[in-house]
């Protein structure tokens, strides 16, 4: 059973920086676009970034919301099958839980949610 499992999570202050980690044991992630997500209390769930595949490509493509764009990055490192969510500069409203997911193909579809695979999620706080 494919479970991704991120880390990284915790309290940072307006301004500061963060990053997420996304891996997934006994599942290459290289050949399939990974996403980040995130959901607020009250609020539905959110895509914020999407890599795709870097499998026959040394530039894989990326993709932010409008609310992110700018101050998050999204990168993977194939060698340690980990994804990750640079947060830099985080907002009080970037506050939620960050989930990582994947619908296991090599493009990505930014704008859906429907996943075939997702982490169980790790909190972001931002707050002085």
């Known amino acids: 059973q494919v479970q991704l499992v991120e880390s990284g999570g915790g309290l940072v202050q307006p301004g500061g920086s963060l990053r997420l980690s996304c891996t997934a044991p006994?599942?290459?992630?290289?050949?399939?676009?990974v996403y980040w997500f995130r959901q607020a209390p009250g609020k539905e769930r959110e895509g914020v970034s999407c890599?795709?595949?870097?499998?026959?490509?040394?530039?894989?493509?990326?993709y932010y919301s409008d609310s992110v764009k700018g101050r998050f990055t999204i990168s993977r490192d194939n060698a340690e099958n980990t994804v990750y969510l640079q947060l830099n500069s985080p907002k009080p409203e970037d506050t939620a839980v960050y989930y990582c997911a994947t619908d296991t193909l090599s493009s990505c579809r930014f704008g859906t949610r429907i996943m075939d695979y997702w982490g169980k999620g790790t909190l972001v706080t931002v707050s002085s």
């Open positions: 006994g599942f290459n992630l290289d050949y399939y676009a």
């Open positions: 890599v795709s595949s870097s499998v026959g490509s040394s530039n894989p493509n990326t």
